[in-house]
């Protein structure tokens, strides 16, 4: 049986709407000062982003992972909440 880890919710944002809302195992994104990853119960933070490939490791076990080509933006970590405001968020599977 594969082991779970805990989950927090993600949304990364662009102004055309949410391009990602729901659970994941860990987060990565591409932080002005280099990438970002975050678990569960991360410290509160708040962060610039660069443009670059933002990663939601939806389940690690299984691999799932869906990756988007973001744009420049903000990041902020709040209470077991990841939020990601982006100028653009492609799927990379659509480029």
Not at 53 to 77: C, L, M
Request: proline share 7%; aromatic share 6%; glycine share 8%.
């Amino acid at each position: 049986m594969a082991e779970t880890h805990p989950t927090f919710d993600v949304s990364i944002v662009t102004p055309d709407g949410p391009a990602y809302e729901g659970p994941a195992e860990m987060l990565v994104v591409p932080g002005a000062a280099g990438d970002i990853g975050v678990l569960a119960r991360h410290a509160p933070l708040i962060a610039t982003l660069k443009a670059g490939s933002t990663r939601v490791y939806v389940a690690q076990a299984a691999e799932d992972v869906i990756e988007f080509a973001t744009g420049p933006g903000f990041f902020k970590i709040e209470l077991d909440r990841a939020l990601a405001l982006v100028d653009d968020a492609v799927n990379v599977k659509e480029i």
